[in-house]
């Protein structure tokens, strides 16, 4: 199974591809290629595929974000991430190395879900004046700016809190019963959920309060599907 970073790294390779109009090429997953070392490609088989345009082709990967819950992470039990949350995580490391942070943040993943920006959780935090810009200049206000020469690592270590935020979407899904994927939404209200993070401070700063996080918490499981690219 792709490890996040690896899944992170794979994403924003994508953003740096060129824009043009040629026809794609057939479909070359990592998996049959020798991009990823052996023995990931075998535990990558039976996950779930994501799949990026880059110059031309459709490049698929295995995406599966951390978690710290026993059985997840023997492999006992197997969930799946949404294409948008998986968008959100990659693109809440590239926040986190924008802001100089050493760590990847609830903050972080709060941005993260805005930059991605189709999914209901991005939705309702534009509704209520929440955007990229106002949730930056929150989290500088709460945790600081870093320093000015300070280099954050390639893909800066989730914290604690971030952590927790993960494993609250997982276990809130495998609560639910129900089939489908762990979403941006489930993300989303983890963050809210959990009252000292740095991410809720942000909202609560902002004006977010219970109220309208129950309008998400209702159809947190369901994602419309992506257009295609």
């Given at each position: 199974?792709?490890?996040?970073?690896?899944?992170?790294?794979?994403?924003?390779?994508?953003?740096?591809?060129?824009?043009?109009?040629?026809?794609?090429?057939?479909?070359?997953?990592?998996?049959?290629?020798?991009?990823?070392?052996?023995?990931?490609?075998?535990?990558?088989?039976?996950?779930?595929?994501?799949?990026?345009?880059?110059?031309?082709?459709?490049?698929?990967?295995?995406?599966?974000?951390?978690?710290?819950?026993?059985?997840?992470?023997?492999?006992?039990?197997?969930?799946r991430w949404s294409s948008r949350a998986v968008r959100s995580f990659a693109?809440?490391?590239?926040?986190?190395?924008?802001?100089?942070?050493?760590?990847?943040?609830?903050?972080?993943?709060?941005?993260?879900?805005?930059?991605?920006?189709?999914?209901?959780?991005?939705?309702?935090?534009?509704?209520?004046?929440?955007?990229?810009?106002?949730?930056?200049?929150?989290?500088?206000?709460?945790?600081?700016?870093?320093?000015?020469?300070?280099?954050?690592?390639?893909?800066?270590?989730?914290?604690?809190?971030?952590?927790?935020?993960?494993?609250?979407?997982?276990?809130?899904?495998?609560?639910?019963?129900?089939?489908?994927?762990?979403?941006?939404?489930?993300?989303?209200?983890?963050?809210?959920?959990?009252?000292?993070?740095?991410?809720?401070?942000?909202?609560?700063?902002?004006?977010?309060?219970?109220?309208?996080?129950?309008?998400?918490?209702?159809?947190?499981?369901?994602?419309?599907?992506?257009?295609?690219?």
């Amino acid at each position: 199974m792709a490890t996040a970073a690896q899944v992170a790294a794979t994403f924003l390779s994508f953003l740096s591809c060129p824009r043009h109009h040629t026809a794609p090429s057939p479909s070359v997953s990592f998996l049959a290629t020798p991009v990823l070392p052996a023995s990931l490609r075998a535990a990558a088989a039976g996950g779930q595929t994501l799949t990026f345009r880059c110059r031309g082709r459709r490049v698929a990967v295995v995406a599966q974000l951390p978690t710290m819950i026993p059985e997840l992470a023997s492999g006992e039990k197997k969930i799946r991430w949404s294409s948008r949350a998986v968008r959100s995580f990659a693109m809440a490391e590239l926040e986190a190395r924008k802001m100089r942070y050493p760590t990847t943040g609830t903050e972080g993943l709060l941005m993260g879900i805005l930059v991605e920006g189709t999914s209901d959780a991005a939705k309702l935090m534009r509704a209520n004046g929440i955007t990229l810009l106002t949730v930056r200049d929150a989290a500088a206000t709460i945790l600081g700016k870093s320093e000015m020469f300070y280099f954050s690592p390639m893909h800066p270590p989730l914290t604690e809190s971030a952590q927790r935020a993960l494993d609250w979407a997982v276990n809130e899904k495998l609560k639910s019963g129900e089939d489908g994927e762990v979403t941006a939404n489930h993300l989303f209200l983890a963050i809210w959920s959990d009252k000292e993070s740095a991410g809720h401070k942000v909202l609560a700063s902002l004006g977010f309060d219970d109220q309208k996080a129950s309008l998400l918490a209702k159809t947190a499981g369901e994602e419309k599907a992506m257009s295609p690219r």
